[in-house]
C-alpha cells in the first residue's frame, strides 16, 4: 500500500496548488505543500509614450508654443562687411553710394528690393527700344523715301542684335564683374540711341539701332546674375518675377509713349526719350549699383583665363594608369 507521501509526489501542479490553498486555509503546513510549484508570471511591458506634435503636446501640457524662427534671410541675424574703397571693384566704384559688401546676401531685404527695382527697371530699356518707333513707320518711310518694308528693318535688325550681344555681355560679366557691364552698356545705349535721333538716312538708322539695341540688352542677361549674387536660392522666386516686370512691362509702354511723342514731336522725339532713359539708367547704376558679383567667382574665373592664355607653361606627360590612381 503506497504511503501517503508517495500520492503526495504524484500529484499535478494543479493538485500540489489546490493543496496549498488548502494547506493555507486550514492553518497547517507541510513540507510537500511549501514545495508546491507556483503560476509562472508573464514579464511587465512598458508601453511607449505616446509621441506628440508640436500642436498637441501645446494642448496636453498647456503652455505656450515654443517660436519657429523663419528660414527666410530676414529673419536671421547677418551683418554685412564693407569693403575698404580701394579695393572695391568695377568702373568709377567711389562714386557708388551704396558699398560694395563681402556677401551681396548680407545686404538688408529692404536695400535688396530697391537694387532689384534698379535691374528691372534697366531690364525694360532693350524691350521698349524694339516698340517705341512703331507708331512712327509710316513717318520715317515718308521722310526718308523709302519703303514700309525698309523701315522695319531697323526693327528687325534691333532684334536680332537684342538676341546675339546678350552672349557676350554674360561672359564679360563673370571676369569684369556686372557693374562695369552696365556702365558700359548703358553708356553705348545712350550714344547710339542719340546718334539714331540725328540720322540723316535709313542706312545710318539701322546701323546705330543695331548697336544700340545690342548695348541696352545687356541686362536681359546680367540681370538674372544680379538676382542669383543678391538673392539665396530659396529667396529668388519673388526677385525674379520683379526683375521680368521690366521687359514685360517695356513693350506695353512703348507704343503708347510713342504714339504721344511722335504725334507731338515727331519720330526722331521717340529717339531722343530712349537716349535720356538710357542715361537715367546709366545714372542709376553708376550711384546706386555695387559690384555684387562674388569675389571667389571672379577669382576663380580669372584664374582660369589666365592660365588658358599662359601659353609658355610647360605641359607634363602622366600616364592613364597614374591619371586614373
Do not use: C
Request: net charge neutral; hydrophobic share 40%.
Amino acid at each position: 500500500m503506497p504511503k501517503e507521501s508517495d500520492k503526495t509526489e504524484e500529484l499535478s501542479p494543479a493538485a500540489h496548488v489546490s493543496e496549498h490553498r488548502r494547506s493555507s486555509s486550514g492553518g497547517s503546513t507541510t513540507d510537500t505543500v511549501n514545495e508546491s510549484v507556483h503560476e509562472p508570471t508573464s514579464p511587465t511591458i512598458e508601453s511607449p509614450s505616446p509621441v506628440h506634435t508640436p500642436d498637441e503636446k501645446g494642448d496636453h501640457d498647456g503652455g505656450p508654443l515654443d517660436p519657429v524662427r523663419s528660414t527666410t534671410s530676414s529673419m536671421r541675424p547677418r551683418k554685412a562687411t564693407p569693403v575698404p574703397k580701394e579695393d572695391r571693384r568695377g568702373l568709377l566704384p567711389w562714386l557708388s553710394l551704396t558699398p560694395e559688401v563681402d556677401k551681396p546676401t548680407y545686404y538688408n531685404n529692404a536695400l535688396k528690393w530697391v537694387l532689384t527695382s534698379f535691374v528691372a527697371i534697366a531690364a525694360s530699356a532693350a524691350p521698349m527700344g524694339s516698340a517705341i518707333l512703331y507708331p512712327s513707320l509710316e513717318e520715317i518711310s515718308a521722310e526718308f523715301h523709302v519703303s514700309a518694308t525698309i523701315v522695319n528693318l531697323n526693327i528687325a535688325v534691333y532684334l536680332i542684335s537684342m538676341s546675339i550681344f546678350p552672349l557676350w555681355w554674360s561672359s564679360f560679366s563673370e571676369t569684369l564683374g556686372r557693374r562695369s557691364i552696365y556702365l558700359v552698356s548703358f553708356a553705348l545705349n545712350a550714344i547710339f540711341t542719340a546718334a539714331s535721333g540725328v540720322s540723316q538716312n535709313i542706312a545710318q538708322l539701322i546701323v546705330f539701332r543695331a548697336f544700340a539695341g545690342g548695348a541696352a540688352a545687356s541686362v536681359q542677361a546680367v540681370g538674372a546674375g544680379t538676382i542669383a549674387d543678391l538673392w539665396e536660392s530659396r529667396e529668388r522666386g519673388r526677385a525674379m518675377s520683379v526683375f521680368y516686370l521690366g521687359p514685360l512691362t517695356g513693350p506695353l509702354l512703348a507704343p503708347i509713349i510713342g504714339g504721344a511723342l511722335t504725334s507731338s514731336f515727331g519720330w526722331r522725339s521717340t529717339m531722343y526719350f530712349l537716349a535720356v532713359y538710357g542715361a537715367v539708367i546709366f545714372g542709376l547704376v553708376l550711384f546706386g549699383v555695387p559690384e555684387t558679383l562674388p569675389r571667389s567667382h571672379q577669382e576663380q574665373k580669372k584664374a582660369a583665363a589666365a592660365t588658358l592664355g599662359d601659353t609658355s607653361a610647360p605641359l607634363s606627360r602622366t600616364s592613364t594608369r597614374r591619371s586614373v590612381r
